[in-house]
């Protein structure tokens, strides 16, 4: 399994994850503007330390397994994890919202005498 293989499986999974969740959490959805700033954010602190540890030896790829595409010595590969937690914890944290909000209601409406 190539590492663009194991990251589409990666990405992909997250996906899905998020998209259950927004389903899930009806209309408390992630701000896909703070999604956005957090890719960018993300793929640049990516591509400064992930070139700073390669460059240090810290860990190395196999060339054999990447697709040969790199921003500074970090493979294109490697951006599939922030990208994937930049989708998946939003959506995760709308849905804990949605879920907290309605658990609150549901216990302010119990305490309620009228």
Known sequence: ?????????FVG??????IVLSVVSGRHRAHLGAVAVTVVVL?????????VMIATSLFHYSADHLLGVH???????DFA???????LLPTLW???RARRRA???V???DEDPS
């Not at 921003?71 to 590969?77: K, S």
């Open 43 to 51: 793929f640049i602190l990516t591509a400064v330390f992930d070139t």
């Open 94 to 96: 709308a849905a804990l």
């Open 13 to 18: 999974a997250a996906v899905v994850a998020a």
């Open 81 to 87: 994890y922030p990208l994937a937690g930049a989708v």
């Open 103 to 105: 658990h609150d209601d």
């Open 107 to 109: 216990r302010t409406a």
């Open 71 to 77: 921003i500074g010595l970090a493979p294109l590969e």
């Open 1 to 9: 399994m190539t590492y663009l293989e194991l990251s589409a499986w």
